[in-house]
Nanobody, 122 residues
């Protein structure tokens, strides 16, 4: 099973930016995604990318502010987060899947990172 290691979380003020990275131990997954989970809330898909063609998907709440990208040579996926809002505060997780289905369904993913905390203050 692929190992995923996230980095890049931290604390910023509203309007600031952060860049998350997810390094995978191998490249054999058709899709990768970023999810987040705030206390007391369900885990939600933030952005997804198909590693072959590079097609990307975003949750409505982050469209125009977040950008997911990948570097297949480095087996790494990134999430550039701009114009951050307090409601973006959550633990962010990287996930990888070979299964067919909706990119935003957590049940599709068998490999998960340990998470990185993002805190946005107003």
């Amino acid at each position: 099973q692929v190992q995923l290691v996230e980095s890049g979380g931290g604390s910023v003020q509203a309007g600031g930016s952060l860049r998350l990275s997810c390094a995978a131990s191998e490249y054999a997954y058709s899709k990768m995604a970023w999810f987040r989970q705030a206390p007391g809330k369900e885990r939600e898909g933030v952005a997804g990318i198909y590693t072959g063609g590079g097609t990307t998907y975003y949750a409505d709440s982050v469209k125009g502010r977040f950008t997911i990208s990948r570097d297949n040579a480095k087996n790494t996926v990134y999430l550039q987060m701009n114009s951050l809002k307090p409601e973006d505060t959550a633990m962010y997780y990287c996930a990888a899947s070979r299964m067919v289905g909706s990119w935003s369904s957590p049940n599709l993913y068998r490999s998960w990172g340990q998470g990185t905390q993002v805190t946005v203050s107003s």
